[in-house]
């Protein structure tokens, strides 16, 4: 099991915005480790959030990241049919040890 | 432009070894970790392990210690995640996945391969 804890299921309509969380212990969630990534339907994980909330390029500006302590969040503004999808978080430990959330998959009604 | 392509599908019986490999394009493979993750029919993704292609020093998930090996070619800039001892619930994609140098986050995936253990 996951040691990072997501909800399962988040849902939202278009143009509302949706927050996923992602808590976890300490050892886990380090200072600038916490990145999010989407998983479309049939496709590979893509990176969404990287250093907690930084965006690569090409990544709208819809969505944004945030971290306090041990839990870390993705928000999702003016939401679209086409977010529909499983989001991950991850962390990072000193070692390069990666662990992953369980996932939330998100459905746009 | 930045590509990792990986081998194709796999079918192995329980107990076989498995070796998928990864090959990279676009930049040069020593400056960036490589990473192994995996999803099962339904599931999650599931971190394996890293290579440092540069000095070939690998580290693995607990989960894995003793059954997986990740090498690397810097002469054909590949990368290799070799598994052993297969069992049914090793049936999963397989993705490489690139480190951001300097930052934590994998920026590029390979496309996957799938591995199906079945008697």
């Known amino acids: 099991q996951s040691v990072l804890t997501q909800p399962p299921s988040a849902s939202g309509t278009p143009g509302q915005r949706v927050t996923i969380s992602c808590s976890g212990s300490?050892?886990?969630?380090?200072?600038?480790?916490v990145n999010w990534y989407q998983q479309l339907p049939g496709t590979g994980p893509k990176l969404l959030i990287y250093?907690?909330?930084q965006r690569p390029s090409g990544v709208p500006d819809r969505f944004s990241g945030s971290k306090s302590g041990t839990s870390a969040s993705l928000t999702i503004s003016g939401l679209r049919s086409e977010d529909e999808g499983d989001y991950y978080c991850?962390?990072?430990?000193?070692?390069?040890?990666?662990?992953f959330g369980g996932g939330t998959k998100l459905t746009v009604l | 432009q930045v590509q990792l392509v990986q081998s194709g599908a796999e079918v192995k019986k329980p107990g076989a070894s498995v070796k998928v490999s990864c090959k990279a394009s676009?930049?040069?493979?020593?400056?960036?970790?490589m990473h192994w993750v995996r999803q099962a029919p339904g599931q999650g993704l599931e971190w394996m392990g890293i290579i440092s292609p540069n000095s070939g020093i690998t580290s693995y998930a607990q989960k894995f210690q003793g059954r997986v090996t990740v090498t690397r070619d810097t002469s054909t800039s590949t990368v290799y995640m070799d598994l052993k001892s297969l069992k049914s619930d090793d049936t999963a994609v397989y993705y490489c996945a690139r480190g951001i140098y300097g930052a934590y986050g994998f920026d590029y995936w390979g496309q996957g391969t799938l591995v199906t253990v079945s008697s």
């Open positions: 676009g930049y040069t493979l020593t400056i960036h970790y």
């Open positions: 991850a962390a990072w430990d000193d070692s390069l040890h990666v662990v």
């Open positions: 300490s050892s886990k969630i380090g200072s600038d480790s």
């Open positions: 250093g907690n909330n």
